[in-house]
């Protein structure tokens, strides 16, 4: 048995289609019902969160101010035809029988005429019915009716989905002046409602999230060992000072100032091009970091002197970044503006302090440094591990997406990046408004369709394995996440309701934990690229 549905009547909130007596539609978003688990894999401090799930009841009535549930029982049974229709939408035809629209006809009376002050007669008192239309007008008289009939008989209506019901999609899509019409001529009502529920998930196999195969590109730059002897040696540099070279070229070691040009080489015989990607001014070149630039770069300037300028050919690899230069041949020019050497201090434990507080020895450093590096190099480890999974996860699912769903990630993903954007820049209310215009979210919605559909997936496919493999999390890591993202949202001085903020940390705790249990089925290769 459905859980009764408590509905705060609102007139504000009756909408209908547009070229009616009403304006747009009908939208709803009352009280909340118990979700089904629809996690987020999001991690972010942001928290961006899956749709929430709510309840499909709430109406309008002109004349009334009380409170309805799907516990008042109706004189009549109303006939509810179900309709599947495209992006998990469902359509609801709703035909009300005459003696029920007489009741709420009874109703809507009875309302008027406790509250009216008509002329002649005591507040409360009983005024003859065709004296009450007359001074309320019967048009008044039939807008309360069927709008009466709307806020009595939509509960009912909609018990069948209000459980899985998103948030903000439920329209009637009636025109009111239709509803009337029929009213007026038939003494009985028909509307049509459209809701977008939570869609079903269909694996691709049943059961393909637990032979999961992924291979994880892992960078080479990714090993701990190298990043903290890396380290070590910047840390080393800082402590020494750049002294000028007069009587020498460029060694290893050196720190260079050079403008750097270069121009395409055609194989044809045509006239070059300069490369502007190549190009730099007054660009700083530490000769121990080398393996940052175009291979054999460095070699063809060893030797230069300040003042001094060079110019050598250098064809870019296959690998390189920027793709529309994979396999050019260039001509580089550099001229030396200014050459330095560091004086470095001797290496030893007197330097272990200035190296990293709290260190006595700089065998003490180096542990500390490999430490720091592994917990880096596993956390970027465990990044590309559920990439990866996540990546495959959604391709394993087939979802029709509802689209009040789709706007609503959409819309929070966008809302993320202005946060951030706003927090980097500093915008000021111009740009922020400009940003916030529908346009511009309508834009964004487009352009990353595809992303916001991949996320939708991942979020429904990971909620649905939490659901399947009966996973858990505990109260205190609940209660203890809450507590950091409230903190977390006043120290930013940002508004945020309480209990969005514990369903959201929910969702991601759901994410983590089938995340980790992915991780312990899943068959995993790692290589390194």
Known sequence: MATPISIQLNPSILSFPSNSTKAQFFQLNDKFLPKPNLSSRQFSSSLVASARLVAAAAAAAAASGVVETVEDKLPADLHVTETQEPNSRIRLTVEVPTVVCEDCYKQVIKEFMRRSKVPGFRPGKNVPEDILVGFVGKQNIQNAVVEAILKRTLPHAMSSVTRNAYEDSIRIVTKFEDMEKTYLSLNCLRYDVVVDVAPEIKWKPDDAYKNIKVVV????????????????????????????????????????????????????????????????????????????????????????????????????????????????????????????????????????????????????????????????????????????????????????????????????????QL??????????????????????????LETQKENIISIIKQNLAVGDIFTRENLQFSTEELVKEVQNSIQEFQQHQQEYDEDRVKLQVQEVLEGAKVLEWLRENAEIQYITR
């Not at 500390?368 to 590096?373: D, F, G, I, K, Y």
Request: glycine content about 6%; proline content about 4%; aromatic content about 6%.
């Open 419 to 444: 946060l951030q954007l706003q927090a980097n820049m500093k915008l000021n209310e111009q740009q922020l408004a400009s940003l916030s215009s529908p346009r511009a979210v309508n834009e964004f």
């Open 217 to 416: 590109e892992l960078d080479s730059d990714m090993d701990a060992q190298r990043a903290s002897e890396k380290e070590l040696i910047r840390r080393h540099k800082s402590l020494g000072a750049l002294k000028i070279v007069t009587d020498r070229g460029l060694q290893v070691g050196d720190v260079a100032v050079i403008d750097i040009s270069a121009t395409t080489i055609e194989q044809d015989g045509s006239d070059a091009k300069t490369i502007p990607a190549a190009e730099s001014k007054g660009f700083n070149f530490d000769t121990e970091e080398g393996d940052n630039v175009l291979p054999g770069f460095r070699d063809s300037i060893i030797g230069i002197k300040r003042g001094e300028t060079k110019s050598f050919p250098l064809v870019f690899p296959d690998s390189w970044k920027q793709e529309d230069l994979r396999g050019v041949h260039a001509q580089f020019t550099v001229a030396c503006k200014e050459l330095f050497y560091r004086d470095l201090p001797e290496l030893n434990d007197s330097m272990a302090e200035r190296l990293l507080p709290g260190c006595s020895s700089i065998e003490e450093v180096k542990q500390a440094l490999l430490q720091r590096c592994l917990e880096v190099e596993q956390a970027a480890k465990d990044q590309a591990t559920d990439n990866a999974i996540l990546d495959q996860l959604y391709k394993m699912v087939e979802v029709d997406i509802p689209q009040s769903l789709f706007q609503e990630q959409g819309r929070q993903l966008y809302g993320a």
